[in-house]
């Protein structure tokens, strides 16, 4: 049984940082860049949800749908001004500038909120469902994580496989000077998939901060990392291995803690990523291109 | 030897190398002189130690970035291996050799022979993917250098030398020490560190590197870097050439590991974080890949910086985090990028 719960609790983490990954990897397959401040952007939704919980009295999901929206802007913004002037220019002078735009998020995040770390209260109370005659128990925030992230993958599926913007997207990725020709307006979509990536880190950090319900402002850094981690285990550009990527990170790190030890949960899991990238090393649904001579 | 190199190079590359050495040289005189006649604060004192060590990691991050052309993202992995080597066989050395530059540089080579260990060790695996991917993992590794040294024990006593993982299992005898002792890091450090000492390792590495990069070797490196296909097809051993690099710049990082170290009297793993590795990685893409100088001057610049910007308080990270962005975007704008190059009075003709 308790390998059950430590399961279904990998499975929740999972779930969060596949919401995450999937912004670093929709981001990644279509402007080629990695979007070092996505992690700060839970952060800010995390704050904004926060706010509009406890100091407004907000409905906890009028709180997300706020932080949501103004998670979009932000992730617009950002891209509109940091990034965009940089779309000619070296892939590293593009890292640098996210990795500035990640201090920039964090130490504003600072001076508008403290350093104070805040008790971030479950947006769907701390309550639990009892199975198994109480033998397992699951939180209701578990539950909660699990049903949004596999809704999100549904949609995103239908959203980028079905429509005409998800069409646009996947052009896009695979060229853009193909894509323009065809008449599609590449700078808006990038601009969408930025507005789209930023929206799920609301809701993720909605989430993470219900399930650990520390909030500062280097909240966002380390889940960032590792759901960046995770998006390349599931071979980064890829949407189902965002999900899948998320979920076994998920899974293996609270093992690791459970099972090995708690201060080499994180060594575990990023020494799992090198021998997966060593047998494909293109992550595990990425796909490998083959260099032409 | 030395001058014959300089003689054989192109003319630009030889008065780059030689611009290089003597800007260190002066500012190592101007620093000195200011130092011993009181004009610097005892801040900036205390930073001149790890603008030395910073300026090594510059440089040999700039090996990997600039010259061989692979994203590294756990530079800091290796600092902290020499580090912590570096200062535990000192604190062994502390009673047998008295000498304090001498101990130090011995640390220092002891720093530079693990780190170089571990960088050939994990170029084994890193080396064979490519872009994003090899960044990923070096930034895997270094988290993962990060962990274990978080969790390692290790002391002497009258037995010899014990170590342990996770918990402290080393059951030291009366009269031992425990050296390192996990997230606790070290504590007690002598500050054997000085500013000259840090001198000669920057230059050394500079010798090191640009040495390299003007060999056989070097010319390799950037060959792999500009066509990898081409390259292999002329018969260049691509996996020895980039092990090379990885190895050499390991190696000086371990160096200034060491150095860095022991200007402080306690050092912990976590110092050694993810955050280190994009600082240093800021030096070598604002000093420009592949400019030793720039590498060089982004370091002090840089580490100087924040310091400087104390009187802003609470402002100062996020002034620099501005700065940050809007260098990235001016030095990337053609509008600006020409305005500068007109202003530069050393341009040459051709690019005119």
Request: net charge positive.
């Given at each position: 049984?308790?390998?059950?719960?430590?399961?279904?609790?990998?499975?929740?983490?999972?779930?969060?940082?596949?919401?995450?990954?999937?912004?670093?990897?929709?981001?990644?397959?279509?402007?080629?860049?990695?979007?070092?401040?996505?992690?700060?952007?839970?952060?800010?939704?995390?704050?904004?949800?926060?706010?509009?919980?406890?100091?407004?009295?907000?409905?906890?999901?009028?709180?997300?749908?706020?932080?949501?929206?103004?998670?979009?802007?932000?992730?617009?913004?950002?891209?509109?001004?940091?990034?965009?002037?940089?779309?000619?220019?070296?892939?590293?002078?593009?890292?640098?500038?996210?990795?500035?735009?990640?201090?920039?998020?964090?130490?504003?995040?600072?001076?508008?909120?403290?350093?104070?770390?805040?008790?971030?209260?479950?947006?769907?109370?701390?309550?639990?469902?009892?199975?198994?005659?109480?033998?397992?128990?699951?939180?209701?925030?578990?539950?909660?994580?699990?049903?949004?992230?596999?809704?999100?993958?549904?949609?995103?599926?239908?959203?980028?496989?079905?429509?005409?913007?998800?069409?646009?997207?996947?052009?896009?990725?695979?060229?853009?000077?193909?894509?323009?020709?065809?008449?599609?307006?590449?700078?808006?979509?990038?601009?969408?998939?930025?507005?789209?990536?930023?929206?799920?880190?609301?809701?993720?950090?909605?989430?993470?901060?219900?399930?650990?319900?520390?909030?500062?402002?280097?909240?966002?850094?380390?889940?960032?990392?590792?759901?960046?981690?995770?998006?390349?285990?599931?071979?980064?550009?890829?949407?189902?291995?965002?999900?899948?990527?998320?979920?076994?990170?998920?899974?293996?790190?609270?093992?690791?803690?459970?099972?090995?030890?708690?201060?080499?949960?994180?060594?575990?899991?990023?020494?799992?990523?090198?021998?997966?990238?060593?047998?494909?090393?293109?992550?595990?649904?990425?796909?490998?291109?083959q260099e032409k001579v | 030897?030395?001058?014959?190199?300089?003689?054989?190079?192109?003319?630009?590359?030889?008065?780059?190398?030689?611009?290089?050495?003597?800007?260190?040289?002066?500012?190592?005189?101007?620093?000195?002189?200011?130092?011993?006649?009181?004009?610097?604060?005892?801040?900036?004192?205390?930073?001149?130690?790890?603008?030395?060590?910073?300026?090594?990691?510059?440089?040999?991050?700039?090996?990997?970035?600039?010259?061989?052309?692979?994203?590294?993202?756990?530079?800091?992995?290796?600092?902290?291996?020499?580090?912590?080597?570096?200062?535990?066989?000192?604190?062994?050395?502390?009673?047998?050799?008295?000498?304090?530059?001498?101990?130090?540089?011995?640390?220092?080579?002891?720093?530079?022979?693990?780190?170089?260990?571990?960088?050939?060790?994990?170029?084994?695996?890193?080396?064979?993917?490519?872009?994003?991917?090899?960044?990923?993992?070096?930034?895997?590794?270094?988290?993962?250098?990060?962990?274990?040294?978080?969790n390692f024990y290790f002391?002497?006593?009258?037995?010899?030398?014990?170590?342990?993982?996770?918990?402290?299992?080393?059951?030291?005898?009366?009269?031992?020490?425990?050296?390192?002792?996990?997230?606790?890091?070290?504590?007690?450090?002598?500050?054997?560190?000085?500013?000259?000492?840090?001198?000669?390792?920057?230059?050394?590495?500079?010798?090191?590197?640009?040495?390299?990069?003007?060999?056989?070797?070097?010319?390799?490196?950037?060959?792999?870097?500009?066509?990898?296909?081409?390259?292999?097809?002329?018969?260049?051993?691509?996996?020895?050439?980039?092990?090379?690099?990885?190895?050499?710049?390991?190696?000086?990082?371990?160096?200034?590991?060491?150095?860095?170290?022991?200007?402080?009297?306690?050092?912990?793993?976590n110092k050694f974080d993810?955050?280190?590795?994009?600082?240093?990685?800021?030096?070598?893409?604002?000093?420009?890949?592949?400019?030793?100088?720039?590498?060089?001057?982004?370091?002090?610049?840089?580490?100087?910086?924040?310091?400087?910007?104390?009187?802003?308080?609470?402002?100062?990270?996020?002034?620099?985090?501005?700065?940050?962005?809007?260098?990235?975007?001016?030095?990337?704008?053609?509008?600006?990028?020409?305005?500068?190059?007109?202003?530069?009075?050393?341009?040459?003709?051709?690019?005119?």
């Open positions: 049984m308790t390998f059950l719960n430590f399961f279904i609790s990998g499975i929740s983490l999972g779930s969060i940082y596949a919401i995450i990954a999937l912004g670093y990897t929709m981001v990644y397959g279509i402007a080629k860049m990695l979007n070092f401040a996505h992690g700060d952007v839970i952060m800010v939704g995390a704050y904004v949800c926060f706010y509009a919980v406890s100091r407004y009295n907000l409905n906890p999901f009028l709180g997300v749908i706020i932080a949501m929206f103004l998670c979009t802007v932000l992730g617009i913004l950002v891209e509109r001004f940091a990034y965009k002037p940089l779309r000619q220019a070296p892939s590293l002078a593009v890292l640098i500038t996210a990795i500035g735009m990640s201090y920039f998020l964090q130490n504003t995040a600072l001076l508008l909120w403290s350093s104070n770390p805040k008790v971030f209260p479950s947006i769907i109370g701390r309550g639990s469902f009892k199975l198994f005659d109480g033998n397992l128990s699951v939180s209701h925030i578990t539950v909660l994580t699990i049903s949004v992230c596999i809704v999100i993958m549904i949609v995103l599926s239908l959203f980028i496989g079905k429509t005409k913007l998800g069409k646009a997207m996947r052009a896009c990725s695979e060229d853009k000077g193909a894509a323009q020709l065809m008449g599609i307006n590449v700078n808006a979509t990038i601009s969408m998939t930025f507005a789209i990536g930023s929206g799920l880190a609301a809701i993720a950090g909605a989430l993470l901060c219900s399930a650990y319900p520390t909030l500062m402002p280097t909240t966002g850094a380390l889940p960032g990392i590792k759901a960046f981690t995770a998006a390349v285990f599931g071979g980064i550009g890829s949407i189902p291995g965002a999900f899948l990527g998320g979920l076994m990170l998920g899974v293996i790190e609270i093992f690791a803690k459970a099972y090995i030890s708690s201060q080499l949960s994180d060594a575990v899991v990023f020494a799992v990523l090198i021998i997966v990238l060593l047998v494909k090393p293109a992550g595990l649904l990425g796909k490998s291109i | 030897m030395t001058m014959k190199r300089l003689i054989n190079l192109k003319r630009t590359e030889a008065r780059r190398i030689f611009i290089t050495y003597s800007a260190v040289v002066i500012a190592y005189v101007i620093f000195q002189v200011m130092s011993s006649s009181g004009f610097l604060s005892s801040s900036m004192r205390g930073m001149l130690v790890p603008i030395c060590a910073y300026m090594v990691m510059a440089v040999s991050l700039n090996l990997v970035v600039g010259i061989s052309g692979e994203l590294s993202l756990g530079h800091a992995g290796f600092m902290s291996i020499g580090a912590f080597s570096g200062v535990a066989s000192a604190i062994l050395m502390q009673s047998t050799i008295t000498n304090a530059p001498v101990r130090l540089a011995l640390a220092m080579i002891v720093g530079a022979i693990f780190a170089a260990i571990a960088g050939f060790l994990i170029g084994i695996p890193v080396l064979r993917l490519k872009g994003d991917y090899l960044a990923i993992v070096t930034l895997a590794f270094g988290e993962i250098i990060k962990s274990i040294l978080n002391g002497v006593d009258a037995q010899g030398l014990h170590f342990s993982m996770l918990t402290d299992t080393t059951r030291l005898l009366k009269g031992g020490r425990l050296i390192i002792r996990g997230p606790m890091g070290i504590s007690g450090i002598m500050k054997i560190a000085t500013f000259p000492m840090g001198f000669i390792l920057v230059m050394i590495s500079l010798m090191v590197v640009f040495n390299l990069v003007n060999s056989r070797s070097g010319r390799a490196f950037m060959a792999i870097r500009d066509d990898r296909i081409a390259a292999e097809s002329i018969g260049l051993d691509i996996t020895k050439y980039k092990m090379m690099a990885f190895v050499t710049s390991a190696a000086l990082a371990g160096a200034a590991g060491a150095l860095f170290a022991m200007n402080y009297s306690t050092i912990v793993a993810f955050n280190t590795s994009i600082l240093i990685l800021v030096f070598v893409v604002l000093g420009g890949q592949g400019n030793m100088l720039g590498s060089i001057i982004a370091a002090a610049a840089l580490t100087v910086l924040p310091e400087k910007l104390r009187g802003f308080s609470d402002y100062r990270m996020l002034l620099y985090a501005i700065i940050l962005i809007v260098t990235m975007l001016g030095t990337n704008n053609a509008e600006i990028r020409e305005f500068f190059t007109k202003l530069n009075p050393f341009r040459r003709k051709e690019e005119a």
